[in-house]
């Protein structure tokens, strides 16, 4: 118990005190005109209050993952709790943070532009294909998720169906990815939000009030299963800690924040709040059911992390729980998958400079990209989405590595972001080298590969920071 409230604290005390500090070192000012009025367009540009835009942001960033990660990251044990907490607060909000922000200095532009900006033409390059193929990945799934959970409710007839449930909810994504930010997003969006904050925290409450023996942390290096927490478990927890995809949402927010007073609470806020989210989730995990984490396995084999989301939330809070957790397991992936989409409409509008005011250049560029996603879902890629969660921290790193880039032309010091792109720098390596869909080499030599990896890279980034003598100036104007 006292572990899990540690953790809370932690994350608390991270957004009021270090998030403060982050973002007045950031340098946000609240007199510089943001995108959303510069640019004002109607459709992607528009400026909203800072709660529907947070609302939005966790909303997008969260979907499942904050759920499902934090049930797999629970089979660790409580040292779940200390990444979810240290790893929010000193990595995954800061990413967020950055990745907003930095699209508010720079037109509201995608992050493959600016990472671009930063790192070079190369790494815009790697980038576009990298987020497209990621955020194409994170649509297709969360659009067959759902529709296999709706075929599958018990319903007869065509609602059985799967492929009807598909057409469905590829005719929303597509509606929801042309149509303009303030006509559908900001209308449910907050709602769905709202929704799921208002689940996590009635979990938690319940989980209070009954007195679950949530477990302590002892030994925070050992895995209860004997498998090993470095790396493994800095992947398994992606969402609620830092992760990659989150990068690819927060400029779509950038583009309707009024202004830059309201990044912290949105950007570094949204993060910290999916942080509980997870944090809760995976102290339920490990405490209801009755043999501990060998009963969360048995769950977990029956019936996956969407299972255990059930049993939980009928067990604490009855039928109310079984229906938010129903809701919550279709509707949360559903509002990730349709803003995925629309973050590579966005993607692919910044690489090609195409504007996105007219409805004709909106579909131009959704067709072919709903196209090749219904595509996908008739081929099994389960092999392919192994590599997701890999691909996910590799592309949170080089976003923070970017943005101590940016620090560095800021004349600034760039080590609240340069420290946990080595850190995320030797998770990656270290999981590719170890991961049996990875080379599957021995802990002996992937850890010490990994650490000097990442130290290498940190050389290599003090010495292009060192020849960097051209300050990138803001693209907005104050």
């Keep these: 118990m006292f572990s899990f409230l540690g953790a809370l604290a932690v994350l608390i005390v991270g957004y009021l005190v270090y998030g403060k500090w982050v973002d007045r070192h950031f340098g946000a000012d609240p007199d510089r005109v943001t995108p959303a009025h510069a640019l004002t367009d109607g459709v992607d540009f528009v400026p909203l209050p800072w ?44 990413h967020d943070y950055f990745s907003g922000m930095l699209s508010v200095r720079q037109q509201g532009q995608s992050i493959p532009e600016i990472v671009g900006l930063y790192l070079g033409e190369g790494a815009r390059k790697l980038m576009r294909g990298f987020s497209v193929v990621l955020l194409v990945l994170v649509g297709v799934v969360f659009m067959v998720g759902p529709a296999g959970l709706l075929a599958n409710l018990g319903m007869e007839g065509i609602f059985a169906n799967t492929s009807f449930w598909l057409a469905i909810i590829l005719a929303y994504y597509f509606i929801a990815t042309v149509m303009p930010v303030d006509k559908v997003i900001s209308k449910i969006y907050p709602v769905f939000g709202l929704t799921l904050l208002i689940m996590a925290v009635g979990v938690g409450g319940m989980m209070l009030i009954k007195g679950l023996p949530i477990p302590e942390i002892t030994d925070p290096l050992s895995h209860p299963q004997g498998q090993p927490v470095w790396p493994m478990l800095f992947v398994t927890i992606a969402c609620g800690a830092i992760s990659g995809f989150h990068a690819t949402q927060s400029p779509m927010m950038s583009r309707c924040l009024p202004t830059e007073r309201y990044g912290r609470r949105v950007f570094f806020g949204a993060m910290v709040a999916e942080a509980v989210v997870a944090l809760i989730w995976a102290a339920a995990a490990m405490a209801f059911f009755p043999n501990g984490l060998e009963g969360l396995n048995e769950v977990l084999a029956k019936g996956g992390a969407g299972l255990v989301v059930n049993e939980v939330s009928v067990g604490l809070m009855g039928t109310v729980g079984g229906m938010m ?154």
Aim: glycine fraction near 8%.
């Design 325 to 478: 957790a129903i809701l919550g397991v279709i509707v949360c992936p559903i509002t990730s998958g349709d803003t995925a989409f629309r973050s590579v409409r966005l993607i692919f509008a910044d690489a090609c400079n195409i504007s996105q005011s007219s409805t004709r250049t909106r579909l131009m560029l959704a067709v072919p990209v709903f196209a090749v996603g219904f595509a996908l879902t008739y081929i099994d890629f389960n092999i392919i989405w192994r590599y997701f969660a890999f691909s996910n921290q590799a592309l949170a790193t080089i976003v923070l590595w970017a943005s101590a880039m940016y620090m560095v032309h800021q004349g600034k010091s760039h080590w609240l972001a340069s420290l946990p792109a080595t850190f995320m720098t030797a998770v990656c390596t270290t999981y590719i080298l170890m991961a049996p869909e990875g080379l599957g080499l021995t802990a002996g030599i992937s850890y010490p590969v990994g650490i000097v990896a990442a130290i290498a890279t940190l050389i290599w980034f003090m010495m292009a920071a060192a020849r960097r003598s051209i300050s990138v100036q803001p693209a907005v104007s104050s």
């Design 51 to 94: 709660h529907k835009i947070f609302l939005i942001q966790f909303l997008n960033i969260a979907g499942l993952g904050p759920i499902f990660g934090a049930i797999m990251g629970a089979l660790y044990g409580p040292s779940a709790f200390l990444w979810i907490a240290f790893g929010c607060v000193f990595g995954g909000a800061v």
